[in-house]
């Protein structure tokens, strides 16, 4: 089983600059894709950026050269660096992580439990 910790959700100013942190802990044998998707009030949930093992990203197009999805394998973690945010950036923002826990397993999604992010003046 597959535990995920978010971290780095707080109340920031428009144009400022948050990281949000992920890390993955327990039977893990290998990761696969890694995901940030966010949810704000009374809307659909939204893909927000993917990174597969390879490294390749992709991201929404909302939030395309602001904000930069990153991995450390080594510690099984994946980071969103979110620049210049804007008030329709709100939202919890979750973290999903494709892992398996051995070379014969199959990858199960797994996710982390949120993290409120406020973009205010």
């Known amino acids: 089983q597959v535990q995920l910790v978010e971290s780095g959700g707080v109340l920031v100013q428009p144009g400022g600059s948050l990281r949000l942190s992920c890390a993955a802990s327990g039977s893990i044998f290998s990761i696969g894709a890694m995901a940030w998707y966010r949810q704000a009030p009374g809307k659909q949930s939204e893909l927000v950026a993917v990174i597969i093992d390879s490294g390749a990203t992709n991201y929404a197009d909302s939030v395309k050269g602001r904000f930069t999805i990153s991995r450390d394998n080594a510690k099984n973690t994946v980071y969103l660096q979110m620049n210049t945010l804007k008030p329709e950036d709100t939202a919890v923002y979750y973290c999903?992580?494709?892992?398996?826990?051995?070379?014969?397993?199959?990858?199960?999604?797994?996710w982390g439990q949120g993290t409120q992010v406020t973009v205010s003046s």
């Open positions: 999903l992580v494709n892992g398996r826990s051995g070379s014969g397993a199959a990858y199960t999604q797994n």
